[in-house]
């Protein structure tokens, strides 16, 4: 399957679509901003520039409200991370191993509908269950093929990889895959990140070398004058 396939396929996913609460009075607004505090234990609201003001519960104590603060600030970064860093150059070279590695046949047409759907429920994870009402129809529009074929012929090459041996089923078997492609991907972010702050760290300490270098120089010239 060409790459080309995957092209734009890392969108913003459905946890991250927009919600609107209308607020007639003030105690509607005071009870929708209580209800998403008790949720999430903080409430974010949008100024005129644009910017996300975060309004943390702190009913709880200072040290629970410490702990919203950076699990707070430590989602962002991570989604900033995603975002930032183009995953679609390395999403398919990652399915293809967790494949490989399952000894998954690339001769059996099960092989093109797999593939595909894990790399869309990378995309969003909320299309990975339920399996058979969700992903397996995705698939058959897809490639324009009935659902029980996708659904068969997806199960036959489960059926014929090591995940038969273990005796897990097929939808056990692709919540299973969607995980160890999830690790790895988390993994090759990170590393790609290590190497970007690495290089910008040599890129720092080069510059404050030449800074000194040329106070030293200066000083040596000021020194014989």
């Known amino acids: 399957m060409s ?8 969108h913003q996913s459905e ?15 005071i009870r929708n901003i209580k209800r998403l505090m008790e949720n999430k234990g903080y409430v974010g609201v949008l100024d005129t520039a644009g910017r996300i003001h975060y309004m943390i519960d702190g ?10 603060i950076t699990g707070k600030a430590n989602s962002l970064l991570d989604e900033n991370s995603w975002q930032t860093l183009n995953i679609n150059l390395y999403l ?26 894990l790399l ?10 339920p399996v058979s009402k969700v992903l397996y129809p995705l698939a ?6 009935s659902v029980s074929n996708v659904e068969r012929d997806i199960r036959y090459l ?16 692709i919540c299973s895959l969607f995980d160890e492609i999830a690790q790895a991907l988390s993994h090759v972010i990170k590393e790609n990140l290590d190497a970007e702050a690495l290089r910008d760290n040599k890129k ?6 030449s800074g000194y270098d040329h106070f030293y120089q200066s000083s040596s010239v000021n020194r014989h004058t």
């Open 158 to 173: 489960i059926n014929h990889s090591d995940f038969k041996m273990r005796g897990v089923k097929t939808a056990a078997a």
């Open 204 to 209: 720092q300490m080069l510059v404050a070398e």
């Open 59 to 68: 009913k709880k104590g200072n040290a629970h409200a410490a702990r919203v």
């Open 120 to 129: 869309i429920t990378q995309a969003d994870e909320t299309k990975l269950k």
């Open 92 to 117: 398919p070279d990652i399915v293809n191993t967790c494949l490989k590695a399952h000894h998954m046949r690339t001769d059996l047409k099960g092989y093109r509908y797999l593939r595909y759907l």
């Open 140 to 145: 058959a529009e897809h490639y324009h093929v």
């Open 15 to 29: 946890k991250n679509k927009l919600s609107f609460f209308i607020a007639a009075y003030d105690a509607d607004i």
């Open 3 to 10: 790459d080309q396939l995957t092209k734009g396929m890392i």
